[in-house]
């Protein structure tokens, strides 16, 4: 079935940035695409960024492009996510994901705010 547990979130101020981590187990994470989206009460997922199993397929969101950067170990079977410039319209929930498999992590809690 596999699990995904993310770390890394946190309380920051505008301009501050972030490296989210997804820790894979109990499935074959190197032949999966692997996603981020980010959830705020009220509102829609939002689709993050996604990366191929290889690394060499990247895309992002609109609203993150130039500031977020995801990449993957697969020998660490971990996903990452490189916030930069963080804006407080960052601030939301974000999931990890493998949504072919699929399999969700639980979350973790940005908040961008002075």
């Known amino acids: 079935q596999g699990q995904l547990v993310e770390s890394g979130g946190g309380l920051v101020q505008p301009g501050d940035s972030l490296r989210l981590s997804c820790a894979a187990s109990g499935f074959a994470f190197a032949t999966y695409v692997m996603k981020w989206f980010r959830q705020t009460p009220g509102k829609e997922r939002e689709f993050v960024a996604g990366?191929?199993?290889?690394?060499?397929?990247?895309d992002y969101g609109d609203s993150v492009k130039g500031r977020f950067t995801i990449s993957r170990d697969n020998s660490r079977k971990t996903l990452y996510l490189q916030m930069n410039n963080l804006k407080p319209e960052d601030t939301a929930v974000y999931y990890c994901?493998?949504?072919?498999?699929?399999?969700w992590g639980q979350g973790t809690q940005v908040t961008v705010s002075s």
């Open positions: 990366i191929d199993w290889s690394g060499n397929s990247i």
């Open positions: 994901a493998a949504p072919s498999k699929p399999v």
